[in-house]
């Protein structure tokens, strides 16, 4: 069954048409407002279209250079050639990670791909027998096999359950304002960590302080802390997957930075091109890069894309960085923005586990049953907050916002009272 509100042609992401109400149509975007067709009121993008624009919609000064590299060099082989776009942003986020390597690929999910296949690819060049992968419960790491197989099994992924490798798992002891019960789960998820490190582990994955499409589920810096010494002393690498939380959405550039760890693979997009292109980058070690270097060609890491280091993608990359340089208040200081609103709605009855990290905020609606990401009260919800103004799309019960950097004070404001009205709606 299709339904006319779709375009006879189109296939949409992450959407049952069948029940999905008609999409809304935009014509333009400027700072955090989506413009719509038929002039109906424009709608503040609380979200960041799905966490990636992190300056502002159409953000002039990316889009000059994104421009600029157009008439200038628009894609080249990088297999065979380099360009001075790549090596520049290769220098310069080699030097804000201390990871002095940087492969390109494509968004976030092929940057986790790479990142496990680099790990695995590491221990097997050294003849070292390391084949487990720890993951974390409820993470998301996107949607190509490998990533699949390292997220949480659920519904998305259920028709390939038996094509997805095995990974163990440890419980994710997510905290909120007020819980008291924190530090013995912590102590809990350890131990299980402990028992899992006692088999001979290539990595362990996971999404520092913030796991996104797990619910905006948010962890302490002291956990994290533990987990990479215990990786550490069990001689794994760690991975972070920056997808979500990179390019200052947790109040520092990098939420490892925030969370006192280094990793030794990083995979980041989203946030990379400032929102404007696709595009993903794993960064490694020198360390990790020395192992896939000598004369027997199997030691070669034998992966790539079309598109790999795009100069477009790495003009926009660059220009947002300089943006990030310029102005690093503008994430910094983004918590103490959210702070008095989120303190005045964790007093709404129907409001449970407020959390706040960086640009993020986030709580869950109380309801009876948590169903998890198809909890139906996050569609009703979504459906009041855009009546009033606002875009916002909650994960089931979890209602996040997660705004880009440009937003007004008043722009703000006004997402946080359409979110209190929808609340008293329901
Ligand atoms: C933490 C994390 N990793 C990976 C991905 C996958 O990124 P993409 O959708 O660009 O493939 C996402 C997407 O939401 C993510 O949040």
Redesign the pocket.
């Known amino acids: 069954m299709t339904s006319q509100k779709w375009h006879q042609n189109i296939w949409p992401p992450f959407t049952q048409i069948a029940s999905a109400s008609p999409p809304l149509r935009v014509s333009k975007g400027k700072g955090a407002l989506l413009i719509r067709d038929n002039g109906q009121p424009p709608l503040i993008d609380a979200i960041s279209s ?2 990636v624009t992190l300056h502002g919609h159409s953000d002039p000064y990316i889009a000059n250079a994104i421009s600029k590299q157009a008439k200038e060099l628009e894609q080249v082989i990088f297999a065979d050639f380099t360009h001075a776009q790549a090596e520049r942003l290769a220098k310069r986020l080699s030097a804000h990670t201390g990871l002095q390597r940087l492969f390109f690929s494509d ?6 791909e790479v990142a496990i296949k680099i790990a695995f690819q590491f221990w097997h060049n050294q003849g070292i027998e390391r084949k487990q992968l720890i993951a974390f419960d409820g993470a ?5 096999f490998g ?1 699949m197989s390292v997220g949480e099994r659920n519904i998305f992924n259920a028709p390939f359950q038996e094509m997805l490798f095995p990974v163990a798992r440890v419980p994710w002891p997510q905290t909120w304002w007020g819980d008291d019960s924190v530090e013995s789960r912590e102590a809990m998820v350890l131990k299980e960590l402990d028992r899992c490190l006692e088999k001979p582990t290539a990595a362990v994955i996971l ?1 520092p302080l913030v ?3 797990g619910g905006m589920s948010m962890v302490r810096k002291k956990f994290l802390q533990a987990i990479e010494k215990k990786t550490r002393e069990a001689g794994a690498l760690l991975i972070a ?5 990179g390019f200052g959405r947790c109040g520092a550039l990098f939420a490892f930075q925030r969370a006192g760890i280094k990793p030794d693979l990083i ?1 980041l ?2 946030g990379l091109t400032g929102g404007f292109l ?1 595009m ?1 980058v794993t960064m490694a070690t020198e360390e990790i890069f020395e192992a896939f270097i000598g004369n027997e060609p199997e030691l070669t890491f034998w992966h790539g894309h079309s598109f790999t280091a795009n100069p477009l993608g790495c003009a926009a990359a660059n220009a947002s960085l300089d943006l990030l340089e310029r102005k690093p208040m503008a994430y910094e200081d983004f918590e103490s923005r959210h702070l008095p609103h989120l303190k005045d709605l964790e007093k709404h009855s129907k409001v449970q586990k407020p959390r706040l990290t960086g640009s993020i905020a986030a709580f869950d609606i109380a309801v009876e049953k948590r169903e998890g990401y198809l909890n139906p009260i996050g569609r009703i919800f979504k459906k009041k907050v855009i009546a009033n103004g606002v875009f916002l799309r909650p994960l089931g019960q979890v209602v996040y916002l997660l705004p880009p950097l440009c937003i007004s004070d008043d722009q703000l404001e006004q997402c946080y009272s359409a979110i209190k009205v929808s609340l008293d709606y329901l």
């Open positions: 799905w966490w968004n976030g999910s092929t940057a986790v998301y790491h996107g949607d190509t990533a999404e796991q996104g499409a997957d920056e997808v979500l939380t995979a997009s989203k696709p993903g």
